[in-house]
């Protein structure tokens, strides 16, 4: 009977317009490194471990250092927590950047933010408990807006979420001439 289920998923996914692919990891890995290199955007939802095959492939030293990619320091998650009701479970990580209008700064906690007005509070919970899934967005459409002033920043922000066992819940890698 599950697979009953699992095919009646897949169907309403494809009914929606969108692919599934069911292949072996190398080339699901392999897929989403070619959207990467090439600045195709998409949204990849698969396995935790190839997750972090990808996570591994992307984040070089060079490209933390040059991004300004680091762990996102207690204090920011707790005001997550206490300001916008999103438990912060695990290691997250962000870059920090400035907006050029009014120079407030925009990271993880302002990417919450965004994310609450622009979704809904149910569908942010359901991707930081996700255990069995992780979300790479690929070269991701998001406009990051500064949450003083509305300004777009165009200096791009990067973020990854991490269960409790470093596993990469929800992240994001950007490629195409960009950082390559």
């Not at 680091?70 to 927590?81: N, T, Y």
């Not at 777009?152 to 596993?167: A, C, E, F, Q, V």
Request: proline share 1%; charged share 20%; net charge negative.
């Amino acid at each position: 009977m599950e697979l009953v289920s699992l095919l009646k998923s897949v169907e309403a996914v494809v009914n929606g317009g969108k692919s599934v692919v069911s292949t072996d990891n190398s080339i699901v890995v392999a897929m989403i490194q070619e959207a990467v290199k090439s600045g195709r955007t998409a949204t990849f939802y698969v396995s935790p471990a190839q997750a972090q095959a990808v996570m591994r492939w992307y984040w070089t030293p060079a490209r933390i250092d040059e991004i300004g990619y680091e762990l996102v320091s207690q204090e920011e998650k707790d005001r997550i927590e206490s300001e916008l009701g999103i438990t912060c479970a695990g290691s997250w990580f962000s870059n920090q950047v400035d907006c050029s209008a009014c120079g407030a700064t925009y990271g993880m906690f302002e990417f919450m933010q965004q994310g609450l007005r622009e979704h809904d509070r149910d569908w942010i919970k359901a991707v930081v408990e996700l255990r069995n899934a992780s979300v790479i967005r690929v070269n991701q459409a998001l406009d990051a807006l500064c949450a003083n002033c509305n300004t777009l920043i165009i200096r791009g922000h990067w973020y990854g979420m991490h269960d409790s066992k470093g596993t990469l819940i929800y992240g994001c890698c950007s490629g195409g001439g960009v950082l390559a």
